[in-house]
């Protein structure tokens, strides 16, 4: 075989390993689906259920029980039985004595055992923190009140998918109707550009993009307005597209190292860079809309006003709503600098989120306020997790 043949034949073959070794590289990490395992455990295995003030709990779960009571009995539950089953629990539960954390103890290992709950035996994973946000806003547009709130436009359809398949449980679209067929909605860019103006949809206009986009991201919160009086909002709906964390964008930008990404780092590169913001928050293509709130708030999935340092999301796909779970791991002081400190305690699964995802993944409650606020912006520990069910076999 001539010499340069050869050499083209040698080239040619390098050239095809070099693309098949740049496809390779650029393949997307092989990633192990999310699978929840419960294993036998007992209270004494739960780091710090002796120090607990399980009393403070106790109120948080008493909401989620007058919920799973309106269930009828045989209602599934999940991994936590039937309505009927939680019944006797729950007519315990009520007759503790307020504040008695020794009552309390003692209730919950009566009627109760814990399950450890790991992610295909895997036993650590992230928890992180949100509050009720405040914004300043008005009720009509004018000066620089110019961001407006949506309340849940008509036509739009939210479908929770485990209605009509079992394997498809806590997994929720969301679109609009056009012949017949059900059509993905306006993406974030889309509403923000104008999609909904002028149909009278806006519920409050507030003075900044940036507070808007974090109150969508909390959830819920509070708009003091410009006649002295507040109102709460909650959320309404979801335009179905997937949640995006921009942290992760600003990341590949090299705007902030995976170590500085914090609700408040992000907050400070949005307010400094005007101009790159609205692309930014753009990439998270999820728009939340809101309903205003009387009364105690702010409610959770579940429907019940949730308890600051009590109430836990979680992804309703592994875990019921409703159920009591035990959280060890840490959390973050409220004064930026001090020393993070155990965070072991009983909270109740009475909320989801768009970036909620996994069997031991979940976002702790922290209320209203700026030391809220300070806490709920830096949490992002590992943690395990236990979730209490209740002691006679669940119904099959």
């Not at 496809?23 to 395992?37: G, H, I, M």
């Not at 045989?74 to 039937?82: H, R, Y």
């Not at 709503?321 to 035990?326: A, H, I, K, N």
Request: charged share 25%.
């Amino acid at each position: 075989m001539p010499r340069r043949l050869t050499l083209a034949l040698v080239l040619a073959a390098l050239a095809l390993l070099a693309v098949a070794l740049w496809f390779y590289l650029r393949r997307p990490p092989k990633t192990t689906e999310d699978r929840l395992v419960l294993e036998p455990a007992r209270f004494a295995d739960l780091p710090g259920w002796r120090e607990d003030a399980l009393a403070e709990a106790l109120p948080a779960f008493l909401k989620s029980c007058a919920k799973v009571a309106s269930l009828p009995e045989d209602g599934s539950l999940g991994i936590a039985g039937t309505a009927g089953d939680w019944q006797p629990v729950c007519t315990a539960a009520a007759r503790v004595p307020a504040g008695d954390s020794a009552a309390a103890r003692a209730f919950f290992e009566e009627q109760l055992r814990p399950m450890a709950v790991t992610n295909g035996g895997e036993e650590t994973g992230l928890f992180t923190g949100y509050y009720e946000a405040l914004l300043n806003g008005s009720r009509k547009r004018h000066g620089r009140y110019t961001v407006p709130l949506y309340v849940r436009p008509p036509e739009l359809v939210m479908v929770d998918l485990g209605r009509f398949r079992d394997e498809l449980a806590g997994q929720r679209i969301a679109g609009k109707v056009e012949e017949g067929h059900l059509l993905p909605y306006p993406e974030r860019r889309e509403i923000v550009a104008g999609a909904l103006a002028g149909r009278d949809l806006e519920l409050v206009w507030v003075d900044s993009p940036v507070d808007a986009f974090f109150l969508e991201i909390q959830g819920s919160g509070r708009v003091r307005l410009d006649d002295g009086t507040e109102m709460r909002l909650g959320y309404a709906a979801q335009n179905g597209h997937p949640y995006f964390a921009i942290g992760r964008d600003l990341v590949e930008r090299g705007a902030l190292t995976r170590a500085e990404v914090s609700m408040q780092s992000i907050r400070k590169w949005l307010e400094e860079h005007p101009v790159e913001a609205p692309e930014v928050m753009a990439k998270n293509r999820s728009y939340f809309f809101f309903q205003e709130l009387s009364g105690d708030g702010p409610l959770g999935a579940q429907g019940v006003a949730l308890t600051p340092g009590r109430s836990l999301a979680v992804d309703r796909k592994f875990l019921p709503l409703g159920v009591p779970v035990w959280l060890a791991g840490s959390a973050p002081a409220a004064r930026e600098g001090a020393p993070e400190r155990p965070l072991n305690r009983l909270l109740v699964a009475q909320d989801t989120g768009g970036a909620i995802r996994g069997p031991v993944r979940g976002d702790v409650f922290w209320g209203h306020g700026p030391e809220a606020a300070a806490v709920a912006g830096r949490m992002k520990h590992d943690g395990r997790l236990w979730v209490l069910l209740p002691k006679a076999p669940p119904a099959s």
